[in-house]
């Protein structure tokens, strides 16, 4: 963990949350509320459908985002939603380029670029998801596969610390499998070099999260690593008192 970039701790609710799953996030909120300083920036990404509920149960504690947006503005794209109608309906971040929208909607990493383009257009922060799949892993190549996503998928020409890296390695993600903390140690020091490669200074200060299978009873030793600068959590999230619990870990 650094001292310089504020820990973000993201939960994505991914296909999960109907309107009574509001009562978590204001759970939620009410402990961190209990905190006499907040240790990390937390932001629930729940469906889009709850997106405008969640921002009036969230307090000034907990930042809502979206899991996708569309790369264009407005338009016709049946069933698509654009980052400016995300930021409409009070989100701040936004996910792009997350694995399983890789994986089900066959999403490229120029594809990811345009919608983090479009997110920094409309002034959401996109977080930028990277990671390699199991058979990757075995054969050697994760941290070229990872590099190659984030030159393809990190926008060009940022003017400022305007993104958030996600490194989610697919095997881990639902699995209960996590990196060795040496495994995770290499790859967001990679990342972080290629970052301040990309952009310079900026690269230094752009958190780099790590999602896969974290959970209370791992998040400490992860969240301790150099370069990881917070979490990306899916199944952990669902429950304030499991998200809390993770939040609670950082040091
Ligand atoms: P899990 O925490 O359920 O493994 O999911 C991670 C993830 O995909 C978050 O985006």
């Excluded at 050697?140 to 984030?150: C, E, H, K, P």
Aim: proline fraction near 4%; charge should be negative; aromatic fraction near 4%.
């Amino acid at each position: 963990m650094s001292e310089t970039i504020t820990p973000l701790i993201v939960g994505n609710w991914k296909m999960n949350g109907l309107g009574e799953q509001l009562s978590e996030i204001t759970a939620l909120s009410k402990e961190l509320s209990k905190l006499e300083k907040q240790k990390c920036k937390t932001i629930i990404c729940p469906p889009a459908t709850l997106i405008r509920p969640a921002c009036s149960k969230a307090g000034d504690n907990i930042m809502i985002g979206g899991q996708n947006c569309h790369a264009e503005i407005s338009g016709a794209h049946t069933g698509d939603i654009s980052a400016q109608m995300l930021k409409d309906a009070g989100a701040k971040y936004v996910i792009v380029g997350h694995s399983e929208r890789r994986t089900d909607c066959f999403e490229t990493d120029s594809q990811v670029k345009a919608k983090s383009k479009a997110a920094i257009a409309a002034n959401i922060i996109p977080i930028i998801c990277v990671g390699e799949n199991e058979e990757q892993r075995k054969s050697g190549n994760a941290i070229d596969i990872v590099l190659s996503q984030i030159n393809g998928s990190i926008p060009d020409d940022l003017k400022g610390n305007e993104i958030v890296v996600a490194y989610e390695p697919v095997w881990a993600i639902g699995t209960g499998l996590v990196p060795s903390i040496s495994d995770i140690d290499e790859m967001h020091l990679a990342i972080r070099q290629a970052l301040v490669k990309k952009l310079g200074e900026n690269g230094d200060k752009t958190p780099i999260l790590y999602g896969g299978s974290m959970k209370s009873s791992n998040s400490a030793q992860i969240l301790e690593i150099a370069h990881v600068n917070g979490g990306l959590v899916g199944g952990a999230s669902l429950k304030a008192s499991d998200f809390f619990g993770i939040i609670a870990t950082i040091k």
